[in-house]
T-cell receptor, first 116, second 114 residues
Framework: NAGVTQTPKFRVLKTGQSMTLLCAQD?????MYWYRQDPGMGLRLIHY???????AKGEVPDGYNVSRLKKQNFLLGLESAAPSQTSVYFCASSYSVREGRQETQYFGPGTRLLVL | AQTVTQSQPEMSVQEAETVTLSCTYDTSESDYYLFWYKQPPSRQMILVIR??????QNATENRFSVNFQKAAKSFSLKISDSQLGDAAMYFCAYRKTSYDKVIFGPGTSLSVIP
């Protein structure tokens, strides 16, 4: 049981390049989330998904896209990276309220992204 | 809109002593969840403790306990017998029951002095 894993751990991009961050969870969680963490601002929700095939915008969705083709995976894409997207990205997962358990979120180890 | 405030950007504590981290939040809901997360230098977010708003009893987890004051919308974390491994960033977080969006505070950086 690996919990929540993220790939890659660290990446450097040039402005304008694209990339995809992969999040995988093996706990059969319905909900998955992508956050970014910046100094002094805590964690901010980018996008989230309440089930396979569904996604929704969070607090700071601009410049990012996501996909949830499989229940266990949640992908975060940057189509044209900008220096403002330099951050640490966290993925998390949880059960849903509908399943009768208001579970807490389980976080991955984070991906550090530097955009030059 | 719900907000979470942590007024102490940095705190320090002597090893084996007790420290309290403050958190206040703003909500119009009567039922919700509150959390404290720890983020060590490894960066992974680790759940420390959770509190359901409908429970009057304060949650405890070993050396960690909370002081939940619902009327005052205050949720402080007390760490007893502080250890070097407790040094980390601590985030207070709020989650409305019927939604699953967690709102995080800005964090408090805790240093433990040997």
């Amino acid at each position: 049981n690996a919990g929540v894993t993220q790939t890659p751990k660290f990446r450097v991009l040039k402005t304008g390049q694209s990339m995809t961050l992969l999040c995988a969870q093996d706990m059969n969680h319905e909900y998955m989330y992508w956050y970014r963490q910046d100094p002094g601002m805590g964690l901010r929700l980018i996008h989230y998904s309440v089930g396979e095939g569904t996604t929704a915008k969070g607090e700071v969705p601009d410049g990012y896209n996501v996909s949830r083709l499989k229940k266990q995976n949640f992908l975060l894409g940057l189509e044209s990276a900008a220096p403002s997207q330099t951050s640490v990205y966290f993925c998390a997962s949880s059960y849903s309220v509908r399943e009768g358990r208001q579970e807490t979120q389980y976080f991955g180890p984070g991906t550090r992204l530097l955009v030059l | 809109a719900q907000t979470v405030t942590q007024s102490q950007p940095e705190m320090s504590v002597q090893e084996a002593e007790t420290v309290t981290l403050s958190c206040t939040y703003d909500t119009s809901e009567s039922d919700y969840y509150l959390f404290w997360y720890k983020q060590p230098p490894s960066r992974q977010m680790i759940l420390v403790i959770r509190q359901e708003a409908y429970k009057q009893q304060n949650a405890t987890e070993n050396r960690f306990s909370v002081n939940f004051q619902k009327a005052a919308k205050s949720f402080s974390l007390k760490i007893s017998d502080s250890q070097l491994g407790d040094a980390a960033m601590y985030f207070c977080a709020y989650r409305k029951t019927s939604y699953d969006k967690v709102i995080f505070g800005p964090g408090t950086s805790l240093s433990v002095i040997p």
